[in-house]
Nanobody, 124 residues
Framework: QVQLEESGGGLVQVGGSLRLSCAAS????????MAWFRQAPGKEREFVAA????????HYDDSVKGRFTISRDSAKSTVFLQMNRLKPEDTAVYYC?????????????????WGQGTQVTVSS
């Protein structure tokens, strides 16, 4: 059974930075990838960024491109989301997701495992 656990959320002022972590346990994958999604109150869950398990390919939503960076550690067990120049519209619960076979999809239903989420609040 795969478990994903996010950490690193919190309250930050506009223009500040946060680094989210997603620790995966239970198995290792050789294909597919991991991603970050976010969900604001009253809105659907939306794609933020994705990374292949190999770490070679990265993919970002246009709304975060140039501000957020997704990365992983060498052991492939932890994925990070470095968030810089945060805006009030970045406020949401951020979820880590893992897919056995899919990389970079914006569709939440194509991901096999999810974390519980971590709250990010950007105050103006």
């Amino acid at each position: 059974q795969v478990q994903l656990e996010e950490s690193g959320g919190g309250l930050v002022q506009v223009g500040g930075s946060l680094r989210l972590s997603c620790a995966a346990s239970g198995t290792t994958f050789s294909s597919g990838g991991m991603a970050w999604f976010r969900q604001a109150p009253g809105k659907e869950r939306e794609f933020v960024a994705a990374i292949r398990y190999t770490g070679i390919s990265l993919h970002y939503d246009d709304s975060v491109k140039g501000r957020f960076t997704i990365s992983r550690d060498s052991a492939k067990s932890t994925v990070f989301l470095q968030m810089n120049r945060l805006k009030p519209e970045d406020t949401a619960v951020y979820y880590c997701a893992a897919s056995i076979n899919t990389y970079g999809s914006r569709r939440p239903d194509l991901y096999d495992y999810w974390g519980q989420g971590t709250q990010v609040t950007v105050s103006s």
